[in-house]
């Protein structure tokens, strides 16, 4: 069946713009993560959202990030006034459940903030 | 202290031979643990996860897990330059309610042809 999507694949922006990621989980996963990769800090956690529950967002580096999720499934991240260190690998997962659940990753949206 | 900690190699084994690759993990009260490969350019891909004491196989992976020792392995058997990539440890701990993995910084894996 179908994986993980995410879109842009690629985005380059100016910095001071708004970014929107979006990632579209396996259909039938309720539970949806966001991470972040860069060469600098390898694989960190931003946010966690499972089913109706409020969001996990403990991860989330400043409060430029914010995300959402609608109707349980496609899930927006926005990072509003980009900065350079910003720039990274945006990397969306779900799971059947959550907690201790398996995680499948989609490709990721490279984001460059120029 | 990391929370979880790899080697990051490169690990280079000859094609065919056994490679083994090992991660260790803070003292928390941790509950999953999952093997990830990522090539080069790519996203994670979930390989193995083990959440019991012992030994877990599947195919050419085994995943060892000692919690006593705060140590999870895998071994690949047969390894292909196939399977060059890096591996990626990644643990949920029950106390952040098991919401997130936590990755190491990977072992970067050669498999000389």
Same mark, same amino acid.
């Given at each position: +069946?179908?994986?993980? =999507?995410?879109?842009?694949?690629?985005?380059?922006?100016?910095? +001071?713009?708004?970014?929107? $990621?979006?990632?579209?989980?396996?259909?039938?996963?309720?539970?949806?993560?966001?991470?972040?990769?860069?060469? +600098?800090?390898?694989?960190?956690?931003?946010?966690?959202?499972?089913?109706?529950?409020?969001?996990?967002? !403990?991860?989330?580096?400043?409060?430029?990030?914010?995300?959402?999720?609608?109707?349980?499934?496609? =899930?927006?991240?926005?990072?509003?006034?980009?900065?350079?260190?910003?720039?990274?690998?945006?990397?969306?997962?779900?799971? @059947?459940?959550?907690?201790?659940?398996?995680?499948?990753?989609?490709?990721?949206?490279?984001?460059?903030?120029? | 202290?990391?929370?979880?900690?790899?080697? !990051?190699?490169?690990? =280079?084994?000859?094609? +065919?031979?056994?490679? &083994?690759?090992?991660?260790?993990?803070?003292?928390?009260?941790?509950? !999953?643990?999952?093997?990830?490969?990522?090539?080069?350019?790519? &996203?994670?891909? @979930?390989?193995?996860?083990?959440?019991?004491?012992?030994?877990?196989?599947?195919?050419?992976?085994?995943?060892? @897990?000692?919690?006593? &020792?705060?140590?999870? !392995? $895998?071994?690949?058997?047969? &390894?292909?330059?196939?399977?060059?990539?890096?591996? @990626?440890?990644?643990?949920?701990?029950?106390?952040?309610?098991?919401?997130?993995?936590?990755?190491?910084?990977?072992?970067?894996?050669?498999?000389?042809?």
């Amino acid at each position: +069946g179908a994986g993980v =999507s995410q879109s842009p694949s690629n985005k380059v922006t100016e910095k +001071g713009k708004d970014v929107e $990621l979006r990632c579209d989980p396996i259909s039938g996963h309720t539970a949806l993560y966001w991470y972040r990769q860069s060469l +600098g800090q390898g694989l960190e956690f931003l946010i966690y959202f499972q089913g109706n529950s409020a969001p996990d967002k !403990s991860g989330l580096p400043s409060d430029r990030f914010s995300a959402e999720r609608t109707g349980g499934s496609v =899930s927006t991240l926005t990072i509003q006034r980009t900065q350079q260190e910003d720039s990274a690998v945006y990397l969306c997962a779900s799971s @059947l459940t959550g907690g201790a659940a398996e995680q499948y990753f989609g490709p990721g949206t490279r984001l460059t903030v120029t | 202290q990391k929370e979880v900690e790899q080697n !990051s190699g490169p690990l =280079s084994v000859p094609e +065919g031979a056994i490679a &083994s690759l090992n991660c260790t993990y803070s003292d928390r009260v941790s509950q !999953s643990f999952f093997w990830y490969r990522q090539y080069s350019g790519k &996203s994670p891909e @979930l390989i193995m996860s083990i959440y019991s004491n012992g030994d877990k196989e599947d195919g050419r992976f085994t995943a060892q @897990l000692n919690k006593a &020792s705060q140590y999870v !392995s $895998l071994l690949i058997r047969d &390894s292909q330059p196939s399977d060059s990539a890096t591996y @990626l440890c990644a643990v949920t701990w029950s106390d952040t309610g098991r919401r997130a993995l936590t990755f190491g910084s990977g072992t970067r894996l050669q498999v000389q042809p």
